[in-house]
């Protein structure tokens, strides 16, 4: 079991839970009841101890968005996507979470399950000067959720299918100079057509195939990197896909 002394910032369990969802209540009655039995039935009588902070991300009572590890075998190559949320599973009690767990599932992409976490904020209920001039901005219906950094800024609106507002930041742009197509919101770079529709494929197939989602096309993928007119003229890396929408 991996440990650490200072606990890491995580989103809070609501983080796929729209504010307005009607379904909120209901699950917050169920975090009330049935979570706090399922913590100590996993605790107690099947010897599995979470994090201090560890909690899925539930969507309604009894079913939650995790993480698994994406792995696909195009032709002979393997190529890894990273930890990625699923579609909402049902997790109605301690035994279903601990299968999951065990299968390498996790409640966190950024962190196993069994490390103490401390949950972030949401971005509404949050004071002070952190998030005071964050440079990511997204409107909700009760206030806007707002992001210090690209990474979450792009991970909240893919799993809000939300259209990327805003230019990538200039490593991003550094880094997009190496491929001839790539995917913003995953963060990804292809050096081929075909690479790149294979993971636009994953996304936009419906399960068990794919993840059923909307997403950027081919064009809006595609890295458009200008010749220079002079030798003193600086080379700039653009693309179709900067302000990618999810079509």
């Not at 939650?64 to 032709?75: T, W």
């Not at 196993?112 to 949950?119: A, G, M, R």
Request: aromatic share 12%; hydrophobic share 30%.
């Amino acid at each position: 079991m991996t440990t650490t002394s200072e606990k890491l910032i995580v989103d809070s369990w609501d983080y796929y839970l729209d504010d307005d969802s009607p379904a909120r209540e209901h699950v917050e009655m169920f975090r009330e009841v049935e979570w706090v039995y399922m913590q100590k039935e996993l605790r107690h009588d099947l010897d599995y101890e979470l994090g201090v902070g560890q909690e899925p991300h539930w969507v309604e009572p009894g079913r939650a968005i995790l993480y698994h590890n994406v792995s696909v075998s195009e032709y002979g190559r393997e190529t890894n996507y990273g930890w990625t949320a699923t579609n909402p599973l049902p997790i109605g009690n301690a035994i279903q979470l601990r299968n999951y767990l065990q299968k390498g599932f996790r409640l966190r992409a950024s962190v196993e399950p069994q490390v103490n976490v401390e949950s972030s904020e949401t971005a509404e209920y949050t004071e002070g000067d952190l998030y005071e001039n964050a440079p990511y901005v997204v409107p909700g219906k009760k206030a806007p959720r707002k992001f210090i950094t690209w990474d979450a800024y792009r991970s909240y609106c893919d799993t809000r299918g939300i259209s990327l507002r805003y230019d990538p930041p200039q490593e991003i742009v550094d880094k997009m100079k190496e491929y001839e197509f790539y995917c913003l919101v995953h963060d990804h770079g292809f050096n081929s057509k075909r690479a790149a529709k294979n993971h636009r494929a994953y996304y936009v197939a419906p399960p068990p195939r794919g993840r059923g989602q909307k997403h950027a096309t081919l064009e809006q993928m595609e890295v458009i990197q200008p010749k220079a007119k002079t030798s003193k003229t600086t080379k700039k890396t653009s693309s179709k896909a900067t302000g990618e929408g999810l079509k």
